[in-house]
């Protein structure tokens, strides 16, 4: 889906996320997991807002009739925005030890919107085999880093795919020393020293930071070439991520008191944010790429 296609879809998505029964699923949601309504409401709004991210992701690969699977799909809001347009979208979302509310809020929403008959694989992704389902899109937003088994699930992906079909995926480049989830430097070596450095946002954020693999641009290279993959990758994202700070005001507020911060206005200030546009991929966080099957 190019240009005006893309357009559309994102005007759909903003009706989408603005019909949102808000009140109704905070209350749900307050009720069955211990929030108050106020918390219910703001954990919603945040997870909605990142369905603008995932659309910036795969808008201009959205096409009528291609089949595709979300990994790692959360909520399942963008699936369900997806299957509410028609399209023939398939959301994967394994239960995970330490997401309870995460599991809570997605059956919410899953109940809210039950009549779309969304089809949801609750199982993890290198049993994607299994089913013997094919996909023409793969794709997946801040998914990746919290795999356990990454090179297992990556296989389960490759043989999920069709043979020219296209896999695209974001999360954060740990070679990059920073970790986005919980605004700290991190050396993917010694992870354990930020541990140590950092103990209170590190026990504030324990079922995350427990969950993260510290996937690298070059694990990304090599998994790639072990299962016989290509893959490309953007540039300039993270000028974007910064960018994004000022634009968005969910996103800030979710890296307020953060490192990022500081370093996003530093870099402003001093007319250095703009050459970030030209770091190589390498360098950068978050990473977004697209994988295909060689010589496809």
Same mark, same amino acid.
């Not at 970030?276 to 990473?287: A, C, D, K």
């Given at each position: 889906?190019?240009? @005006? ?10 009706? =989408? ?56 799909? @959360? ?8 299957? !509410? ?40 992704? !290198? ?28 296989? @389960? ?99 307020? @008191? ?24 390498? =360098? ?13």
């Amino acid at each position: 889906m190019k240009g @005006g296609g893309v357009a559309d879809l994102r005007k759909r998505l903003e009706d =989408f996320l603005q019909s949102l029964p808000l009140d109704r699923l905070s209350r749900e949601l307050a009720s069955r997991c211990g929030m108050t309504q106020e918390e219910a409401e703001g954990f919603l709004k945040v997870y909605a807002n990142e369905t603008r991210t995932t659309l910036d992701l795969v808008g201009g690969e959205i096409e009528p009739g291609r089949r595709m699977l979300e990994v790692g799909a @959360g909520l399942c809001l963008f699936s369900v925005f997806l299957k !509410q347009q028609g399209h023939d979208i398939t959301a994967l979302e394994p239960s995970a030890g330490g997401f309870g509310k995460f599991e809570i809020a997605k059956r919410v929403i899953l109940d809210a919107y039950a009549d779309l008959g969304l089809r949801v694989f609750e199982f993890p992704a !290198q049993d994607l085999p299994a089913c013997g389902e094919k996909f023409d899109l793969i794709f997946s937003n801040n998914v990746l880093e919290h795999i356990p088994n990454l090179e297992e699930a990556w296989l @389960g992906m490759c043989a999920a795919l069709n043979p020219k079909g296209m896999m695209v995926h974001n999360c954060p480049n740990y070679f990059f020393p920073y970790e986005p989830h919980l605004g700290i430097p991190v050396l993917k070596p010694f992870p354990q020293l930020s541990a140590l450095c950092f103990r209170g946002a590190v026990a504030q954020w324990r079922d995350v930071w427990d969950s993260l693999n510290f996937i690298s641009y070059f694990d990304v290279k090599r998994l790639a070439k072990a299962s016989g993959m290509e893959v490309k990758f953007n540039r300039g994202l993270l000028f974007e991520a910064l960018s994004r700070i000022d634009r968005d005001p969910l996103f800030r507020e979710r890296h307020s @008191g953060s490192l990022i911060l500081t370093v996003a206005a530093v870099l402003r200030k001093t007319g250095l944010l703009g050459l970030l546009r030209h770091i190589p991929p390498m =360098f950068s966080t978050p990473m977004i790429f697209q994988c295909s099957r060689s010589g496809e």
